[in-house]
């Protein structure tokens, strides 16, 4: 699942890590997991949570003392309603095919 279409417009690393935690939306991910996902220098990346979380994107959680999960704010979650009404990349290709 991809973060809703009104944030894919920031920089292409904020829109990975985004991306990545609206697919783990409900278990979040440690940094390490999104470094995984998102294959950025830890710089890049720090810079990238600093700024999402500046801007109230992102939720940062520590659920045990040994463990900070990173979570996407609910206003990124794109709802199940709307991704039914968004055509994919197959439904926009036979759209424009002369059949």
Same mark, same amino acid.
């Given at each position: 699942?991809?973060?809703?279409? #009104?944030? !894919? =417009?920031? =920089?292409e690393i904020d829109v990975s890590v985004l991306d +990545? &935690? @609206?697919? !783990?939306?409900? =278990?979040?991910?440690?940094?390490?997991? &999104? !470094?995984?996902?998102?294959?950025? #220098?830890i710089d +890049? &990346? #720090?810079? +990238?949570l600093a700024g999402l979380k500046e801007d109230d994107l992102i939720? @940062?959680?520590? *659920?045990s003392a040994s463990r900070t999960v990173i979570k996407p704010a609910e206003e990124v979650? *794109?709802? *199940? #309603? =709307?991704l039914a009404d968004d055509p994919s990349l197959v439904d926009e290709i036979r759209r424009r095919l002369p059949f």
């Open positions: 699942m991809k973060a809703k279409r #009104e944030y !894919r =417009d920031r =920089d +990545a &935690l @609206v697919d !783990r939306q409900h =278990d979040g991910m440690t940094v390490f997991e &999104l !470094r995984s996902h998102v294959e950025v #220098e +890049a &990346l #720090e810079d +990238a939720v @940062v959680e520590q *659920p979650v *794109p709802d *199940p #309603e =709307d």
